[in-house]
Structures are given as structure tokens and as C-alpha cells.
């Protein structure tokens, strides 16, 4: 850099913020902030004015209170902007400062001496060459003033102030916090404890590096903050700006559709004026054609009477009355009065559309979830949070929550606002498989949405078991068929060669038995409690029974030949399948009545268990390998599972029922297992036992 550049550098630098001029007498504030005097001065006038008592400083807006005596000279001056006024001044020819320091003529200094570290005038500088111990010194010219020596002269030594002392260099720093000259260590501080200059600021620099070393790490958190307050301010003017063209669009599709339905109803209005002109037309056509055919009727038998020729008369005469009656018999035309057309609205659009301001970003937010299991209550929450990731609450926000089954149908939800940012999704899931969920907050899928539960399949386990063979009580010489009763769970347990019912309390332990007069081939519970008996016998008996065991009444059921099984509709209708005829029998609650009957086609084996779930009836068929699906109406719809021992398959299934968790649960015979399915004919799961060989199946 040259001296010009230089200068104009350092003129720069010692610019007085307020005036832009060249700093007079600098004043530096406690902010660090230097100004001349007289500006900070006129500030604080003008403050005053205003009936303030406190000034900011113009660069740093801090602020700071107007001294009383009205003034800022008792602020320190800055030592580095008085250094860069002096060495200016040597750049501006009319204006010469610096005075020389050797001798006592108080004349301008024309040159500077980087030994002596003084500036001469002209005539010392002259003595100064001429002098054997100082001619070698550096000197130079201030008109010859380089970059470098400029430079060297902002960094020269500072001098003592005191009288007699301005030759000394300041080279101590005192304890009371002075610095001192060598000459006033001897005279007026020979009893301080002394530092060289050096030494003391190399102590206070460490001081000064670490104060800044913890401003500039301060200078990287704000600067941090400026960014991501900058990254922010775009992010909502993005996010107002989506906000717009969401809502434009959004309205555009609705007058699009607007359009749309306008054409529509244009098309119908064009169709009815086709329609009704046409009618109209043809009606004015027809009008128009007999009145042509009176008139001229009018015409011929008006110039007849007028010719008055009796000739004439007596031979039209006959034609004349005969074509008059043709005319007025003539079926009359009405005039034809079209239907009135009136347009109407209904139910008038409303767009229930809204801004909604809010500290939660829904991209930020989170979904905390785990599996869960067919018929138990499961949770999951929503967490919003803001822009930095915190869990924030505002009371406005909107959370939907959608779950769908694998057969695509909504699962009814609840929603539960903690209000802290917490929102507990509460469902039950009926069926097993992937559950679809869907998230929206305030309108927007957070992170991750949508995503799958995996609903698991309720599993069995092995609990107790109860009986042995035999026919005493609690023992069974050959099972049939066994009911729970869902209010008390009371067994009930078909013993068909003994010829009785047994009942057991929900673990297993013997009650009483009812002896019958035939062998019971099926029981099971109504909705009241009392027990229905299915005895297979030549009158094909349906017998009641009280929770307690009392005979109620009986039914000699016309409608069954050979009854097999039977089981209780939710709405008290009996399901019977009859191993004789091959039906699906539905009686009414009290046995009289025959509702429904069907067979299944094209299958001549006969039916065994039949339960009626979601207007599906369920049929196990042990010679046909499989379970048969009918609608509501008996109408044959698809078989579950064929023959074999593989997962779905079956050898001579017996019992079944539907539990709570939807699924249906078959007795599988002669492979010793109960199999799993969805109500949609999915294999899920199985129990099994080297063991085992189950017949009949009931829930409680």
C-alpha cells in the first residue's frame, strides 16, 4: 500500500461517526465508541430538548446517561485516534501539530528521528546530523514520509506529559495504575511498586484476549441465531406463500367445479327450452291446421248460401253438415301449458375455510406407536412441536386422525388433548393385520405419516383343564357339544351317553347335572341365561332350562328330521343344522316358527356347526373338508379352506365359533388342532398338541 492509500485509510479510520469530519478532541464512550467531543455534546443538547436524560450511541444504540455539568469531557480520550489525528496532520501541509521536541523554540517539526524517537525542526535537525553520536541515526523528511514510516510513527513510544519529562518515554506502570516516565519513577514515585510497560500490559492482554475470546464465541451464538432467525423468516414467508396458492387452488378447484356444475345445469335448462319448444310448436301446428281447415269449411258454405242456388244447396247440403259435424265432434285441442321451470339453491355453498396461525410446524411433529392386538384398547400419542424440535401446545391446532382396516373400512378413534402438546390416539382394533394411519396436523402429514400398525392376532394359551372319563359326577363318557353362559361363564357340557347335562363353574368345578329322558346332541346359552337343549330323539325335542337347572318347557319341533347342532343368534334366533334333509334351519327365539332355510349347492354332505356373525352364516361341513360362507339370505358366497394338513386346510372340521376379536375359530378333528381365521377367510394362526383333537368350541 502507498502512503496516499494510507492516509486515506487512516482518514477513514479516525472519522468521527456524527460529523464525518476528521475526530476533534475524541471522547470514547463506555460502549467502545469514539466521537468528537462536540458532537457528543450537540447529542446530548438535543436530547435534553426532548426532555430526555439519556443518549444512544449512534453506532450501537446502547444507552447512557447526560452528565450534569452537560458535558462529556470527563470521558476518556482515545489514545489510538489522538495518535492517528497527530500523524494526519503531518499528511496536511497547511496544518502543522507537531512541534519539535528538542529544543525550546516551540517551531514545527519538519523531520523525525526513529532513534531519538523525537521530532526536529529544521535547525535541530541540521545540530542533529552535524553531532558526531546522533549523525547515523534514522531521520526522515516529513514531505518524504513513506507507508512504512508512517506506520512506525503510529506505533512510536508514547512520552511523559509532565513538564521537564516531555523526552522521556512512558516505560513503567505503578500500582496506584499510572503509567510513569524513568524520570518520574525517580522523582515522584520512588516509593510505588514499579512494572516495566511491557511486562504489566502482556499481564492485561491475557486479560483483554480472554474478555474478547468470550465476546467473539457470544458474536458466533448471535450470528448462529441471526441465521436460523433469517432461515425462519423465509421459512414462513415460504410457508404464508404455500399457505396463498393451497387456498388459491383450493378455490379454483371449487369455481372449477362451480363451472362445471354451471354447464351441467345449462345443459338441462337447453334440453327442457328443446323439449317444451318442440311441445309447443307442435301444439301451434296443430292449432294452426284446424283452424285452416274451419276457415275454409267457413268459406266454401258461406259462398254457397251466398250463390243461393237451390240446385246448388240441396247437393252440398248432405256433404256440408257431414263435414260440420267432422269438425266440431273433432277431439278439441288444448292449448298446451307447459310446467313451470324455477331454479332453486337447496343448501347455499358455505366454505368453511380459515387461516390459522401457530407455532407448531407439523413437519417437526412426532408419532410415538407400537403394534397392537386384536380386541384390547391400544394408544398412541401425537406430539406437536415448533420450529426447534420442543414439544409446544396451541389450543387452535387441528389433529385428525384416520386409521383403516385392511379391508379399507375407518376405525372409530378418540382423540384426547393432554394440553401440553401430547395428543393420546385411543382405538380398538377388531381385526388383525396392517392398520393404515394417517395424521394431519393443522392440514399437513407430519413426518413418517402416513404409516402401518401391525395389529396381531389374539393368541390362546393353554389355561386348565377339567373331567376325566367316566360317568360319575364330573366325568364324561362321550362329549357332544359344551356352551358358556357370557353373564356368570357357567359350562355346560352335552354328556350324549349318560344322558345329561353337566354344569361347571367358569374354572372347572362340578355344579350339578340335569338328567335327561333323551341324548343331548347340542346346548347352548340365551342371551337371558337359561339353557336350550337340543335332544336327538323320534320327537326331535328342544328343551329349556333355568340358569339353575329347572325345566322350563319343551318344543316338538315340526320343521327338524334329524337335528345335529345348535347355536343362539345375537338377536335370540336358533340356528339348527339337520344331518337329514342337509339344512341350515332359523327358527324363532321360541322354536315355532320357521324363518329361514337353505342348503348349500351342488353338495350332498350334510352340515355340522353353524354360527351367524355380520349377516354371514358360518357352516362346518366334516365330510366336505371345509367351512361354508352364506349371506344373510342363504345364498351360497365361498368355502374356507379345503382338505389336507396344511396351515388352512382340514381333516373332518367339527366345532366352531367367533370370539371377540373377530376371528373364527374351527375344530379342526383329525389333525388335532384349533385353526385361526379372519372373518375374510385369512389363515392366522393355530393351536396345536400331540394330544389334542378338539370336537366342539365355545367362548366366554
Known amino acids: 500500500m502507498d502512503v496516499e492509500q494510507l492516509f486515506k485509510s487512516l482518514k477513514k479510520e479516525a472519522e468521527c461517526p456524527l460529523c464525518l469530519e476528521t475526530v476533534k478532541n475524541p471522547k470514547t464512550l463506555p460502549c467502545l ?18 426532555l430526555q436524560t439519556t443518549i444512544k450511541c449512534p453506532l450501537c444504540q446502547t444507552s447512557f446517561p447526560i452528565p450534569d455539568t452537560d458535558t462529556f469531557a470527563n470521558l476518556p480520550s482515545s489514545f489510538h485516534l489522538n495518535r492517528l489525528v497527530d500523524v494526519l496532520a503531518l499528511e496536511d501541509g497547511t496544518v502543522q501539530t507537531q512541534k519539535c521536541n528538542t529544543c525550546d523554540e516551540n517551531n514545527a517539526a519538519t523531520s523525525y528521528c526513529f532513534v531519538c524517537q523525537s521530532f526536529l525542526c529544521a535547525s535541530c535537525f541540521q545540530y542533529h546530523q552535524r553531532l558526531k553520536a546522533t549523525r547515523g541515526h534514522r531521520n526522515v523528511l516529513m514531505d518524504n514520509l513513506q507507508a512504512q514510516d508512517v506506520q512506525e510513527l503510529i506505533q512510536r513510544p508514547v512520552m511523559c506529559s509532565q513538564q521537564y519529562h516531555e523526552d522521556q518515554p512512558l516505560e513503567f506502570y505503578e500500582d496506584c495504575k499510572v503509567l510513569v516516565c524513568h524520570k518520574c519513577s525517580v522523582v515522584s514515585h520512588n516509593r510505588h511498586s514499579m512494572t516495566d510497560i511491557q511486562k504489566a500490559a502482556e499481564g492485561q492482554k491475557s486479560q483483554m484476549a480472554e474478555v474478547v475470546a468470550k465476546v467473539k464465541a457470544e ?6 441465531q441471526i441465521k436460523k432467525q ?5 421459512q414462513n414467508i415460504a410457508n404464508i406463500r404455500n399457505a396463498e396458492k393451497n387456498m388459491t387452488d383450493t378455490v379454483e378447484k371449487l369455481i372449477g367445479g362451480l363451472r362445471e356444475h354451471e354447464k351441467k345445469m345449462k345443459d338441462k335448462f337447453r334440453d327442457s327450452y328443446e323439449a317444451k319448444q318442440k311441445q309447443h310448436a307442435a301444439r301451434l301446428v296443430n292449432l294452426e291446421l284446424i283452424t285452416t281447415q274451419l276457415k275454409s269449411f267457413a268459406e266454401r258454405g258461406q259462398a254457397i248460401l251466398e250463390r243461393n242456388i237451390s240446385a246448388e244447396i240441396l247437393q252440398t247440403n248432405p256433404a256440408i253438415i257431414r263435414r260440420c259435424d267432422e269438425l266440431l265432434n273433432a277431439r278439441k285441442a288444448n292449448v298446451y301449458n307447459s310446467p313451470y321451470l324455477h331454479y332453486f339453491v337447496g343448501k347455499k355453498f358455505i366454505l368453511s375455510d380459515q387461516i390459522l396461525v401457530t407455532r407448531t410446524y407439523p413437519s417437526m411433529c412426532l408419532t410415538e406407536y407400537h403394534d397392537s392386538e386384536t380386541g384390547k384398547e391400544s394408544k398412541f400419542v401425537v406430539v406437536t412441536r415448533d420450529s426447534d424440535g420442543l414439544q409446544c401446545y396451541q389450543q387452535d391446532d387441528q389433529i385428525k386422525v384416520d386409521i383403516l382396516t385392511p379391508d379399507g373400512d375407518h376405525l372409530r378413534t378418540e382423540l384426547n388433548d393432554s394440553r401440553d402438546g401430547k395428543y393420546v390416539v385411543t382405538y380398538t382394533p377388531q381385526y388383525a393385520g396392517q392398520h393404515s394411519v394417517e395424521i394431519r396436523v393443522n392440514g399437513q402429514p407430519p413426518t413418517g405419516s402416513p404409516f402401518v400398525v401391525q395389529v396381531l392376532a389374539h393368541q390362546y394359551q393353554f389355561d386348565f383343564k377339567f373331567g376325566s372319563r367316566g360317568n360319575r ?3 364324561f363318557h362321550f362329549i357332544r357339544d359344551i356352551a358358556v353362559n357370557d353373564k356368570t361363564g357357567t359350562i355346560a357340557v352335552a354328556d350324549n351317553c349318560e344322558k345329561r347335562i353337566q354344569l361347571f363353574s367358569s374354572s372347572g368345578k362340578f355344579q350339578k347335572e340335569i338328567r335327561l329322558d333323551g341324548y343331548p346332541v347340542s346346548v347352548a346359552f340365551t342371551d ?3 339353557l336350550l337343549t337340543l335332544v ?3 320327537n326331535n325335542e328342544l328343551l329349556l332350562f333355568s340358569e339353575e337347572g329347572q325345566f322350563f318347557k319343551h318344543n316338538n319341533d315340526k320343521h327338524l328330521k334329524e337335528p345335529l347342532q345348535l347355536s343362539v343368534t345375537s338377536d335370540g334366533c336358533l340356528i339348527v343344522t339337520d344331518i337329514a334333509s342337509k339344512e341350515i334351519i332359523v327358527l324363532s327365539s321360541d322354536g315355532n316358527d320357521l324363518l329361514l332355510s337353505f342348503v348349500a349347492p351342488n353338495c ?3 352340515p355340522q356347526c353353524a354360527v351367524y356373525y ?3 352364516f358360518y357352516v362346518s361341513y366334516p365330510c366336505a373338508h371345509c367351512v361354508k360362507v352364506f349371506d344373510k339370505r342363504g345364498i351360497y358366497l365361498h368355502d374356507i379352506g379345503c382338505e389336507g394338513s396344511n396351515d388352512g386346510q382340514f381333516l373332518c372340521p367339527v366345532g366352531l365359533i367367533i370370539d371377540k376379536y373377530n376371528q373364527l375359530i374351527v375344530c379342526d378333528v383329525d389333525n388335532g388342532r384349533l385353526q385361526y381365521f379372519t372373518l375374510t377367510c385369512k389363515f392366522l394362526s393355530k393351536l396345536w398338541d400331540e394330544y389334542f383333537s378338539p370336537g366342539y368350541v365355545a367362548i366366554n
Open 33 to 50: 465508541h469514539s466521537f468528537c467531543l462536540e458532537c457528543l455534546d450537540e447529542l446530548a443538547n438535543f436530547a435534553r430538548r426532548q
Open 614 to 616: 355380520l349377516e354371514k
Open 604 to 606: 350332498d354332505k350334510y
Open 536 to 538: 336327538s330323539a323320534s
Open 219 to 224: 458474536i458466533l451464538l448471535y450470528e448462529h
Open 473 to 475: 359326577e364330573g366325568e
Open 528 to 530: 337371558s341365561g337359561d
Open 230 to 234: 433469517t432461515e425462519l423468516k423465509n
